[in-house]
Protein backbone atom coordinates (compact mmCIF):
# COMPACT_ATOMS: atom_id res chain seq x y z
CA UNK A 1 0.00 0.00 0.00
CA UNK A 2 1.09 3.10 -0.63
CA UNK A 3 0.81 6.85 0.68
CA UNK A 4 1.30 10.28 0.69
CA UNK A 5 2.73 11.82 4.13
CA UNK A 6 0.17 13.91 5.40
CA UNK A 7 0.95 17.61 5.39
CA UNK A 8 0.63 18.72 1.62
CA UNK A 9 -2.02 21.02 0.14
CA UNK A 10 -2.92 20.46 -4.06
CA UNK A 11 -3.44 23.73 -5.93
CA UNK A 12 -3.71 24.59 -9.20
CA UNK A 13 -1.21 27.47 -9.91
CA UNK A 14 -1.27 29.75 -12.98
CA UNK A 15 -1.50 26.29 -15.50
CA UNK A 16 0.27 23.76 -13.06
CA UNK A 17 -0.88 21.64 -10.06
CA UNK A 18 1.34 21.46 -7.36
CA UNK A 19 1.62 19.52 -3.88
CA UNK A 20 2.69 22.52 -1.70
CA UNK A 21 3.94 21.17 1.70
CA UNK A 22 2.71 22.75 4.68
CA UNK A 23 2.97 22.76 8.12
CA UNK A 24 6.17 21.08 9.45
CA UNK A 25 6.48 19.14 6.39
CA UNK A 26 7.96 22.30 4.95
CA UNK A 27 10.87 20.99 6.94
CA UNK A 28 11.83 17.83 5.09
CA UNK A 29 10.65 18.89 1.88
CA UNK A 30 11.96 22.30 0.56
CA UNK A 31 9.65 23.74 -2.88
CA UNK A 32 6.65 22.26 -3.96
CA UNK A 33 5.94 19.04 -6.34
CA UNK A 34 4.82 19.67 -9.70
CA UNK A 35 1.76 17.77 -10.79
CA UNK A 36 0.33 16.89 -14.24
CA UNK A 37 -3.04 16.37 -15.18
CA UNK A 38 -2.77 12.61 -14.19
CA UNK A 39 -0.20 12.96 -11.47
CA UNK A 40 -2.83 14.89 -9.81
CA UNK A 41 -5.42 11.94 -10.01
CA UNK A 42 -2.95 9.23 -8.82
CA UNK A 43 -1.95 11.98 -5.98
CA UNK A 44 -5.55 11.71 -4.90
CA UNK A 45 -5.52 8.28 -4.73
CA UNK A 46 -2.68 8.43 -2.63
CA UNK A 47 -4.58 10.77 0.04
CA UNK A 48 -6.25 7.40 1.53
CA UNK A 49 -3.33 4.69 0.64
CA UNK A 50 -3.49 2.52 -2.80
CA UNK A 51 -1.48 -0.24 -4.46
CA UNK A 52 -0.23 -0.02 -7.72
CA UNK A 53 -2.84 -1.95 -9.50
CA UNK A 54 -5.95 0.60 -8.49
CA UNK A 55 -3.69 3.32 -9.60
CA UNK A 56 -3.18 1.88 -12.70
CA UNK A 57 -6.90 1.37 -13.15
CA UNK A 58 -7.51 4.98 -12.42
CA UNK A 59 -5.12 5.84 -15.41
CA UNK A 60 -6.97 2.89 -18.05
CA UNK A 61 -10.28 4.47 -16.98
CA UNK A 62 -9.05 8.43 -17.28
CA UNK A 63 -6.76 7.77 -20.48
CA UNK A 64 -6.38 5.54 -23.55
CA UNK A 65 -3.46 3.47 -22.30
CA UNK A 66 -2.43 0.04 -22.45
CA UNK A 67 -2.17 -1.54 -19.42
CA UNK A 68 1.38 -2.03 -19.14
CA UNK A 69 2.15 1.34 -19.71
CA UNK A 70 -0.37 2.42 -16.94
CA UNK A 71 1.44 0.28 -14.74
CA UNK A 72 5.09 1.38 -15.95
CA UNK A 73 4.09 5.06 -15.50
CA UNK A 74 2.19 4.42 -11.87
CA UNK A 75 5.80 2.85 -11.18
CA UNK A 76 7.56 5.96 -12.35
CA UNK A 77 5.59 8.00 -10.54
CA UNK A 78 5.86 6.48 -7.08
CA UNK A 79 9.79 6.38 -7.38
CA UNK A 80 9.91 10.04 -7.96
CA UNK A 81 7.44 10.90 -5.03
CA UNK A 82 9.80 8.01 -2.91
CA UNK A 83 12.58 10.40 -4.19
CA UNK A 84 11.44 13.46 -3.00
CA UNK A 85 10.13 12.10 0.77
CA UNK A 86 6.68 12.41 0.13
CA UNK A 87 5.19 8.66 0.25
CA UNK A 88 4.70 7.17 3.77
Do not use: C
Not at 3 to 26: E, H, L, Y
Not at 48 to 56: F, K, R, S, T
Not at 69 to 84: I, M, N, P, R, Y
Request: charged fraction near 25%; glycine fraction near 10%; avoid cysteine.
Amino acid sequence: MYKVKDGFIVRKIGNQIMAVPVGSRTSEIHGMIALSESGALLWAALENGAEIDALADILTDNYEVERSVAVADVESFLEGLKKQGALQ
